[in-house]
Every structure is written in C-alpha cells, then in structure tokens.
Nanobody, 124 residues
Framework: QVQLVESGGGLVQAGGSQRLSCAAS????????MGWFRQAPGKEREFVAG????????IYADSVKGRFTISRDNAKNTVYLQMNSLKAEDTAVYYC?????????????????WGQGTQVTVSS
C-alpha cells in the first residue's frame, strides 16, 4: 500500500512557475513508476507526466512538453513537478499517482494509488 500526499498548489500568474511535490509513505516508493495527472472542471482527468522507477525515463503530454519537468528523489520518497511558463489552461487539480506495473505509462487506469490532489490556478 502506498499513500500519496501532494503539496505546492496555489494561485500563480500566467508566465510564472510553480513546483508541486508528492510525498509517498512506505518503503516501496522506488518500486513504483510515478505520474502526474490533472483534471479541470468539466473535463476528464488527463495525463501530464510520468517517470520511471529510477528516474531515468520520463514522458510528457504534448501540452506541457518543454514547460514542465518531472523528477523524483527516492531517498526522500518524493516526486516533483516543476511547472514553468504557466498558462491559464494549466488551471486544474493536479494528482500524483503510483503504478505497480513496470514501465512508465500515460493511461490513468494503469495507476493503482492516487493522492488527494492539489489545486493549481493560473490567472491571466
């Protein structure tokens, strides 16, 4: 069992930056590939970024590629999402998730554990 707690959300101006953190409980954090997803009002939850267990592989949604960076610190049981050049359309609740299966993935149905989410609001 993995418990995930996101932090770092809030209000930011367009063009600004923000870093989200996701702290995981348990001693198996390094065994899980991790992902960030987001959900805007009235929309489905969508993939943002994913990272492999070692951190050596990362993938991104086209909408955030070049602006967002996912990273992890296995010694701290934490995954991060650095968000730069934020746009109003990045406004959403952001969730981190862990998956049991090997490899990085974009499908939310392949993730097994979820945090409660943190709100990011980008003002234009």
């Amino acid at each position: 069992q993995v418990q995930l707690v996101e932090s770092g959300g809030g209000l930011v101006q367009a063009g600004g930056s923000q870093r989200l953190s996701c702290a995981a409980s348990g001693r198996t954090f390094s065994s899980h590939a991790m992902g960030w997803f987001r959900q805007a009002p009235g929309k489905e939850r969508e993939f943002v970024a994913g990272i492999s267990r070692s951190g050596g592989t990362s993938i991104y949604a086209d909408s955030v590629k070049g602006r967002f960076t996912i990273s992890r610190d296995n010694a701290k049981n934490t995954v991060y999402l650095q968000m730069n050049s934020l746009k109003a359309e990045d406004t959403a609740v952001y969730y981190c998730a862990a998956r049991l299966r090997i490899g990085v993935g974009r499908d939310k149905d392949e993730y097994d554990y979820w945090g409660q989410g943190t709100q990011v609001t980008v003002s234009s």
